[in-house]
């Protein structure tokens, strides 16, 4: 009768464990009817305005997929472009709610900023642009050469420890802002460019005024994984992004599509698919949503691969192959947790 008598105990308990580890963000959203998602000020196929200030991009595509999700409504977000210099800032004070916006994950970011990783969407490694009339074919031929990069970014460093490595005594040539980067870069000022190699594709098609006079070299000199970060104490919040993510990639990887998504949750008997839209299992209920969230996201903006194709693929202006971004089951890195 003891025991039995401590059971309410011990479920108040459990309760006061489970509040203490929900913060506030999901409660502002739902409050305000809006997520405030930081993206980056200008990289076409990742996140760019048009001149009506439209948003487009795979980082936009995921943010509009979380909106879906948790608001019902993948329009129910506030762009909010940040500089390099300051998208840590932005997150930090609640300025944004997330952070989707073409940066890299490392552990310094997610467990000493007050900030957590949700799940990697972009596979990439940081790569240098040349001139194709300076006849270079590898970084390592960049001995004594001014290299244009972007301050307070993990390119700086990287260049940096390159340089040492190899004893190239590479000069940066430092810039606060993309543009301005982006600019010096194209009128002379350094010999290459170096950030993430889908940034150099990005810039390539946007800026130069031809694009095959500028050539990707080879290597690349660092890991870049990409995704979205959150701010640290909601980790109701945090899981809702994470497996926004990986419902997109499973999405993908089960044949789900934009098109199809409203026939296969009227008609299929597959139990994976079924799970994953909801008609067979609520899988919602664990993230504090309904059972219809991940059929919502895909309906927005499709799976992943469409997400992938229709703004960086090959047969775009950024055109970048799948390479680490395919699935796992296609020899790529893409390997989402399971929905189950």
Same mark, same amino acid.
């Given at each position: 009768?003891?025991?039995?008598?401590?059971?309410?105990?011990?479920?108040?308990?459990?309760?006061?464990?489970?509040?203490?580890?929900?913060?506030?963000?999901?409660?502002?959203?739902?409050?305000?009817?809006?997520?405030?998602?930081?993206?980056?000020?200008?990289?076409?196929?990742?996140?760019?305005?048009?001149?009506?200030?439209?948003?487009?991009?795979?980082?936009?595509?995921?943010?509009?997929?979380?909106?879906?999700?948790?608001? @019902?409504?993948? @329009?129910?977000?506030?762009?909010?472009?940040?500089?390099?210099?300051?998208?840590?800032?932005?997150?930090?004070?609640?300025?944004?709610?997330?952070?989707?916006?073409?940066?890299?994950?490392?552990?310094?970011?997610?467990?000493?900023?007050?900030?957590?990783?949700?799940?990697?969407?972009?596979?990439?490694?940081?790569?240098?642009?040349?001139?194709?009339?300076?006849?270079?074919?590898?970084?390592?031929?960049?001995?004594?050469?001014?290299?244009?990069?972007?301050?307070?970014?993990?390119?700086?460093?990287?260049?940096?420890?390159?340089?040492? $490595?190899?004893?190239? @005594?590479?000069?940066?040539?430092?810039?606060?802002?993309?543009?301005?980067?982006?600019?010096?870069?194209?009128?002379?000022?350094?010999?290459?460019?170096?950030?993430?190699?889908?940034?150099?594709?990005?810039?390539?098609?946007?800026?130069?005024?031809?694009?095959?006079?500028?050539?990707?070299?080879?290597?690349?000199?660092?890991?870049?994984?990409?995704?979205?970060?959150?701010?640290?104490?909601?980790?109701?919040?945090?899981?809702?992004?994470?497996?926004?993510?990986?419902?997109?990639?499973?999405?993908?990887?089960?044949?789900?599509?934009? $098109?199809?998504?409203?026939?296969?949750?009227?008609?299929?008997?597959?139990?994976?698919?079924?799970?994953?839209?909801?008609?067979?299992?609520?899988?919602?209920?664990?993230?504090?949503?309904?059972?219809?969230?991940?059929?919502?996201?895909?309906?927005?903006?499709?799976?992943?691969?469409?997400?992938?194709?229709? @703004?960086?693929?090959?047969?775009?202006?950024?055109?970048?192959?799948?390479?680490?971004?395919?699935?796992?089951?296609?020899?790529?890195?893409?390997? $989402?947790?399971?929905?189950?």
């Amino acid at each position: 009768m003891k025991n039995l008598a401590r059971l309410p105990l011990l479920a108040l308990a459990l309760a006061s464990i489970t509040a203490a580890h929900a913060g506030k963000t999901l409660d502002t959203i739902k409050q305000r009817d809006q997520i405030a998602i930081g993206v980056s000020t200008g990289v076409p196929g990742f996140s760019a305005a048009d001149s009506q200030g439209n948003w487009t991009g795979l980082d936009v595509d995921i943010g509009k997929a979380v909106a879906a999700a948790l608001l @019902n409504d993948a @329009n129910k977000v506030k762009w909010v472009p940040l500089a390099s210099q300051q998208r840590f800032t932005a997150l930090q004070s609640g300025e944004v709610d997330v952070l989707s916006r073409n940066t890299t994950v490392t552990m310094s970011r997610d467990a000493s900023m007050g900030m957590a990783s949700t799940a990697v969407v972009f596979y990439d490694g940081q790569g240098f642009m040349v001139p194709a009339k300076s006849k270079v074919k590898s970084a390592k031929q960049l001995k004594g050469a001014t290299v244009c990069v972007q301050s307070g970014t993990t390119s700086e460093k990287n260049l940096t420890d390159f340089s040492r $490595a190899n004893n190239l @005594n590479i000069k940066p040539v430092v810039f606060d802002k993309f543009d301005a980067t982006n600019a010096a870069y194209f009128a002379g000022r350094c010999q290459a460019y170096t950030t993430d190699a889908s940034g150099l594709a990005s810039v390539r098609a946007k800026e130069a005024k031809g694009p095959k006079d500028h050539v990707i070299l080879p290597e690349l000199i660092s890991k870049e994984p990409l995704g979205p970060l959150v701010r640290r104490g909601d980790e109701e919040w945090q899981a809702i992004v994470r497996w926004v993510v990986y419902g997109l990639i499973e999405a993908e990887e089960n044949g789900i599509t934009q $098109a199809n998504v409203d026939k296969l949750k009227a008609e299929t008997k597959d139990p994976v698919v079924g799970r994953l839209l909801g008609t067979t299992e609520d899988m919602g209920k664990h993230l504090g949503l309904d059972r219809d969230w991940l059929a919502r996201a895909i309906k927005a903006v499709g799976n992943y691969g469409e997400i992938y194709e229709r @703004n960086v693929g090959e047969k775009t202006p950024v055109g970048l192959p799948r390479g680490k971004n395919q699935l796992w089951s296609q020899g790529g890195l893409l390997y $989402a947790l399971p929905v189950r």
